[in-house]
């Protein structure tokens, strides 16, 4: 599986971005799909993730402002980010669990200013 990551930009707080990841997939189910950021100088985080069957989870940082879904017609999940905050720069990835097997993609850059 290959991801292809695109969406990222720069905005001011406040503001809103949509982030895609686009899987091609060779016949596998993808199971858990994910986004992922890494802010300067920091570890990789958790962002949200989306099985296939909807549940969803968010890192208590994002909840209420960030939503994860996917189009499994598309093999494309979503991450649209709303209320923007100088907090969530950062290069954002995505991520596939499928079979045993997992995957990421490029990553794509957020920049939001205050």
């Known amino acids: 599986v290959q991801l292809q990551a695109s969406g990222g930009g720069s905005v001011q707080a406040g503001g809103s971005l949509r982030l895609s990841c686009a899987a091609s997939?060779?016949?596998?189910?993808?199971?858990?799909m994910s986004w992922y950021r890494q802010a300067p100088g920091k570890q990789r985080e958790l962002v949200a993730t989306i099985a296939n069957g909807g549940n969803t989870n968010y890192a208590d940082s994002v909840k209420g402002r960030f939503t994860i879904s996917r189009d499994d017609a598309k093999s494309t999940v979503y991450l649209q980010m709303n209320s923007l905050k100088p907090d969530d720069t950062g290069i954002y990835y995505c991520?596939?669990?499928?079979?045993?097997?997992?995957?990421w993609g490029h990553g794509t850059l957020v920049t939001v200013s205050s």
């Open positions: 997939r060779p016949g596998f189910t993808l199971n858990v």
């Open positions: 991520h596939v669990l499928y079979g045993i097997l997992n995957a």
